[in-house]
């Protein structure tokens, strides 16, 4: 049994005694009502400052409940920068669930917490193969931009884009004759769509009546026409997006320089603090580890709305290459009294990701080489 009586109980109990006078039971009531309630609230701020300490990566085997929101267990965690699309058909949520459930796999999803609150988690999450579910979501259309979200974000440019590309591509909701809303409106869809059909249908056979009577001479006139301005059409597409495309390769390519240099670097730092014989450099005056590489993206930003010319297949490499990038990469100190472990884990990891951006940039070379889009000139 516990027998500790707080500080505040036992001045109480001595307060209301019989023996105290009407002055110290004044005094007694005004301490009862200002000093009780401050271990309440302190209490109170602690468990706010334990909860707000809540790790900021986590991993799990997830579970889709629909397009956008995951299930581990008891825990529902809603992919952050997309939103569900309301009012949609049984079958196309059905077909986004599984849509989700084939990116997620059987493997883990890392995820990077966005928000909390008391019912739902926010978070950014990518699978084993390293793809952002969320703007996976987008590319196949059963999700839209959470707007509010991603203002203002590095991933703003490239989730807008996800959109429109899944739009102009008629993927998901954006897909031809969707059935995603209830048939009243269907009904109406219907009815507009065979009264604008007719109509278009009859122009179609009187502006045909008319040119029959002008001549074949002008149909075929008009044919040659057309078929040349599509020629003309193509080839200004085609020589928009080598233009592009070679900018784009030459950008990645000096990056990818930029990459090696700084691997080299970070992985003589590394030899420098593995070496058992001697001691480090940082345990002299200590150090300053950059977390990333300083990589350029100025052509990527000026171009982002030109992304839909490269195909879905490289826009979305690319974009999962740039999405890695910082405009204004992150410093870590490292200080002379640090662990050797410590900096060595720190050191290790900025080393590690740049890796990773040297392959993401190999395997972008490899395609835009097999595309005909290589630039000449090499890094």
């Not at 085997?61 to 952050?80: C, E, I, K």
Request: a negative charge.
């Amino acid at each position: 049994m516990n027998f500790r009586i707080s500080g505040s109980k036992v001045f109480s109990m001595f307060c209301f005694s019989r023996k105290c006078s009407g002055f110290l039971l004044l005094a007694c009531a005004i301490f009862t009502v200002v000093a009780v309630p401050f271990p309440v609230m302190a209490q109170e701020q602690a468990q706010e400052e334990v909860q707000e300490e809540a790790p900021r990566f986590f991993e799990a085997r997830f579970r889709s409940a629909h397009a956008t929101v995951m299930v581990a267990g008891t825990t529902s965690v809603q992919l952050w920068g997309v939103q569900n699309i309301e009012g949609m058909s049984p079958q196309f949520n059905v077909s986004a669930r599984h849509a989700l459930d084939d990116a997620l796999g059987l493997d883990k999803a890392r995820c990077e917490l966005k928000k909390r609150s008391k019912d739902i988690i926010s978070a950014q999450c990518t699978n084993s193969a390293d793809i952002d579910l969320g703007l996976y979501m987008l590319q196949r259309g059963y999700a839209t931009v959470d707007r509010a979200a991603v203002y203002g974000s590095v991933f703003e440019a490239p989730y807008i884009q996800a959109e429109k590309e899944a739009q102009s591509q008629g993927q998901g909701v954006w897909a031809i004759g969707s059935s995603g809303h209830g048939d009243e409106k269907d009904g109406r869809f219907t009815l507009v769509f065979g009264a604008a059909l007719l109509f278009f249908a009859l122009g179609a056979f009187a502006m045909l009546a008319l040119v029959i009577m002008k001549g074949f001479q002008r149909v075929n006139d008009a044919q040659t026409q057309n078929l040349d301005m599509m020629v003309r059409e193509r080839q200004l597409r085609d020589k928009e997006r080598e233009i592009f495309a070679t900018m784009l390769d030459s950008e990645i390519k000096a990056n990818k320089s930029k990459i090696e240099a700084y691997m080299v670097v970070y992985d003589e730092m590394l030899k420098d603090i593995k070496n058992i014989e001697k001691t480090p450099k940082y345990r002299k005056a200590g150090d300053i580890v950059q977390a990333q590489p300083a990589l350029d993206r100025s052509v990527f930003d000026r171009n982002t709305d030109k992304l839909d010319i490269l195909g879905s297949g490289l826009s979305s490499q690319v974009i999962h290459f740039y999405a890695r990038i910082k405009s204004k990469p992150d410093f870590v100190n490292l200080e002379p009294d640090m662990t050797v472990e410590d900096a060595r884990k720190i050191v290790q990891k900025a080393y590690d990701n740049a890796a990773l951006l040297n392959q993401l940039s190999d395997k972008l070379i490899d395609l835009f080489s097999q595309g005909g889009y290589s630039s000449e000139e090499e890094f």
